[in-house]
T-cell receptor, first 113, second 111 residues
Framework: DAGVTQSPTHLIKTRGQQVTLRCSPK?????VSWYQQALGQGPQFIFQ???????QRGNFPDRFSGHQFPNYSSELNVNALLLGDSALYLC????????????FGNGTRLTVT | RKEVEQDPGPFNVPEGATVAFNCTYS??????FFWYRQDCRKEPKLLMS???SGNEDGRFTAQLNRASQYISLLIRDSKLSDSATYLC????????????FGPGTRLSVLP
């Protein structure tokens, strides 16, 4: 039973560039959320996708966008990268029950130079 | 005020010690509660869900006080392998609501 998988594991980009991160949810999960975690802080919610639609969004600018595909996999896109976007980006999936916990992938460590 | 607050830490304790972490949340409508542990530069992993009546899983005990909007995690007989950051997480009742993470409390268990 495959867990949540993310790619790539590490990425180095330059300011102003664009990046796409990918995520495949755990088998049987249909809801995908993305989180940004800066060093020494807890994960911050970016947005959540369910049935290919963005259902909820955290306090992130429009430079952050996403997509969910019919197979429930998801992408996170960040445009016009800033130095402050350097962080660990975590994808998490969960089942439909309201109290189902989040299951995280290994994350993508993005460094913007 | 942040939605979820935790003891700032770090906690440095000897092997075998008992350690308690505290967490408070501001949204009284929160309905689901969890503790996650996160090892350095790794993803958070579910440690345990927290139920209204309190629950125990081996050396770990979680308590919830809805009136005070307070969650706790007790670790007994600490092991070196318990060294990690412990994240308190709360969620509202509706399916679309997101999980809100606290900043985490770092624990170092010393030999």
């Amino acid at each position: 039973d495959a867990g949540v998988t993310q790619s790539p594991t590490h990425l180095i980009k330059t300011r102003g560039q664009q990046v796409t991160l990918r995520c495949s949810p755990k088998s049987g999960h249909d809801t995908v959320s993305w989180y940004q975690q800066a060093l020494g802080q807890g994960p911050q919610f970016i947005f959540q996708y369910y049935e290919e639609e963005e259902r909820q969004r955290g306090n992130f600018p429009d430079r952050f966008s996403g997509h969910q595909f019919p197979n429930y996999s998801s992408e996170l896109n960040v445009n016009a990268l800033l130095l402050g976007d350097s962080a660990l980006y975590l994808c998490a999936s969960r089942g439909f029950s309201y109290n189902s916990p989040l299951h995280f992938g290994n994350g993508t460590r993005l460094t913007v130079t | 005020r942040k939605e979820v607050e935790q003891d700032p830490g770090p906690f440095n304790v000897p092997e075998g010690a008992t350690v308690a972490f505290n967490c408070t949340y501001s949204n009284s409508a929160s309905q689901s509660f969890f503790w996650y542990r996160q090892d350095c530069r790794k993803e958070p992993k579910l440690l345990m869900s927290v139920y209204s009546s309190g629950n125990e899983d081996g050396r770990f005990t979680a308590q919830l006080n809805r009136a005070s909007q307070y969650i706790s995690l007790l670790i007994r007989d600490s092991k070196l392998s318990d060294s990690a950051t412990y994240l308190c997480v709360v969620k509202g009742a509706l399916n679309g609501q997101n999980f809100v993470f606290g900043p985490g409390t770092r624990l170092s268990v010393l030999p």
